[in-house]
């Protein structure tokens, strides 16, 4: 079982920056699979990025969804098991709640995009952004 909890949320204007963590329990948080999904109120969930161990040394896959892509990154520190989204550039479209999600390696780009790849979730953090 992991159990994973979100920080860093809050209210930003344009422009502005967040950094999101998720704390992760466990001992081979190395290994899993991390993703960051969001959800605006009225929308479905939707991919936002995901890193994953490409199964050689320290080296990790990562993936940015189209509409974040050149504003946000994901990165995580493995000796914290903690994963990280820095969010720059913030839009008003980015208001959501983003939760953080966990689950075993996956074999395509489209499954780390999937969030039916991951059967842990945070509670999750509202990340709201004004005009």
């Known amino acids: 079982q992991v159990q994973l909890v979100e920080s860093g949320g809050g209210l930003v204007q344009a422009g502005g920056s967040l950094r999101l963590s998720c704390a992760a329990s466990?001992?081979?948080?190395?290994?899993?699979?991390m993703g960051w999904f969001r959800q605006a109120p009225g929308k479905e969930r939707e991919f936002v990025a995901t890193?994953?161990?490409?199964?050689?040394?320290?080296?990790?896959?990562?993936d940015l969804s189209d509409s974040v892509k050149g504003r946000f990154s994901i990165s995580r520190d493995n000796a914290k098991n903690s994963l990280y989204l820095q969010m720059n550039s913030l839009k008003p479209e980015d208001t959501a709640v983003y939760y953080c999600?966990?689950?075993?390696?996956?074999?395509?780009?489209?499954?780390?995009?999937?969030?039916?790849?991951?059967?842990?979730w945070g509670q999750g953090t509202q990340v709201t952004v004004s005009s």
């Open positions: 466990g001992r081979t948080f190395m290994s899993y699979s």
């Open positions: 999600a966990a689950g075993p390696n996956y074999s395509s780009t489209s499954a780390g995009r999937t969030s039916s790849t991951y059967p842990y």
């Open positions: 890193t994953a161990w490409t199964g050689r040394g320290n080296s990790y896959y990562g």
